[in-house]
């Protein structure tokens, strides 16, 4: 789906210009309808949702709150989950744990803090980061403040924690690593980013001694762990073009790691397959879009900006098949649930569609807000959260 203006950020030494992939309440447009002539011939309405012979039964298990939603953040804002619990942050209602089976409510952390980013979870700790860049740390059994912190701008990610460490990426393009105990900053990395860029931003990934960054700019870099030292850098899609609209190549989604193999795909269109220790490219395909990637067995699924889902090999980034059905409803970010790919789109729905030919195959709808963030898969239960802050659990018919 294509952007719009909606808002503009102030980050250091620059006023940018941030766009949103749209969102429920606002409908659909392209670039080109805001910024051109309206006679143009390209189409602008989302796809209808066309009938099909359903050839797999889904079901909703719960449904819960986390509290007020992002709206029109652009934060991407969804659940984490570990140990059998589901953790869920809110804009206004601070971080909730729900039971992964049933979805009763075991802990309730109250917070002030505007928690866009998040949350992470990972040895012990839940971790949040808000629209003012202040850091909350919680015991994840508990939900008691274990540490608080602070970084320099807006954190609309999910943090990461591994290896010691919890790595937070904040909006002005700047990686910072805490201390996974006490809260004390070990070091920080940063970015410049470009003119123009998409709003929002995804998580790092952890490999063995390596955090792997998606950059506004279309790059991907490795960083040491220990220091944040940069190890290498490689380009997913050049920022090529007459103008900074034309230029955006945001890697935005979170890279996904399988084994030494890097996954990384670009609003440019472009996605790549990396190895980790080296950042030698292995292959590239001119299929891509600024949501997560989704990984199974033995290929890829991306949805592209304009809509389209495609399929590609793992080993090579050849296209398999591509589902057209969904263009302009937004379909962010792919998941893998079964032997299915699942997507949601801007009125909240989710698309259910064979890994081996695309075709859909369910379609359920989690509520009436966008489902943005990236649905995700734990114990064959998939778990999405739409814009107001519901989270709603799924589980395939055996």
């Known amino acids: 789906m294509s952007p719009l203006i909606t ?19 606002t409908g659909c447009t392209t670039v080109r309808g805001w910024f051109g002539s309206k006679d143009d011939g390209a189409p602008t309405k989302p796809a209808e949702l066309v009938a099909f012979t359903p050839g797999a039964q889904v079901s909703r298990l719960w449904t819960a709150s986390a509290g007020k939603g992002e709206a029109r953040l652009g934060a991407r804002q969804g ?3 570990a140990d059998g619990r589901v953790y869920a942050a809110a804009v206004a209602g601070g971080v909730r744990a729900f039971d992964l089976q049933t979805g009763a409510v075991l802990w309730r952390h109250d917070s002030r803090l505007r928690l866009a980013g998040g949350p992470g979870v990972g040895d012990g700790l839940v971790v949040a980061g808000s629209l003012d860049g202040e850091i909350v740390a919680l015991d994840a059994a508990t939900g008691a403040e274990r540490w608080t912190a602070k ?19 904040s909006n002005d393009g700047r990686v910072t690593a805490f201390d996974v105990a006490t809260g004390a900053r070990r070091w920080f990395w940063n970015r410049d980013l470009p003119p123009l860029s998409v709003r929002g931003n995804d998580s790092p990934v952890l490999g063995p001694g390596f955090v792997f960054v998606g950059n506004d700019d279309g790059t991907v870099a490795a960083l040491a762990v220990a220091d944040g030292r940069p190890l290498w850098e490689q380009v997913v899609a050049a920022p090529d073009g007459r103008t900074d609209l034309d230029r955006m190549a945001d890697v935005d989604g979170t890279p996904v790691l399988d084994g030494a193999t890097l996954f ?12 980790g220790p080296s950042g030698r490219t292995l292959w590239s395909s001119d299929n891509g879009g600024s949501g997560r990637v989704g990984l199974a067995p033995d290929r890829l699924v991306v949805a592209d900006n304009n809509g389209t889902v495609w399929g590609l090999d793992k080993l090579s980034g050849t296209a398999y098949w591509q589902q057209p059905g969904l263009a302009r409803r937004g379909p962010g970010s792919a998941a893998i649930h079964g032997d299915y790919a699942v997507v949601g789109d801007f009125a909240g729905y989710l698309h259910w569609m064979r890994l081996s030919d695309g075709e ?7 509520g009436r807000a966008a489902v943005r963030a990236a649905p995700i898969v734990v114990d064959g239960i998939l778990l999405v959260q ?3 802050g519901d989270i709603s659990a799924w589980r395939l018919a055996p």
Do not use: C, D, H, W
């Not at 808002?7 to 309440?25: D, H, I, N, Q």
């Open 7 to 25: 808002a503009r950020l102030f980050r250091p030494a620059r006023l940018a210009v941030v766009l949103v992939l749209l969102g429920a309440a």
């Open 79 to 81: 659940p984490a989950v």
């Open 151 to 169: 970084v320099g701008n807006e954190v609309i990610s999910a943090p990461v924690i591994g290896q010691g460490m919890v790595f937070v990426r």
């Open 264 to 275: 990384a795909s670009s609003y440019k269109g472009r996605t790549v397959a990396i190895e």
């Open 360 to 366: 859909f195959v369910a379609r359920e709808r989690a």
């Open 386 to 388: 739409n814009v107001n």
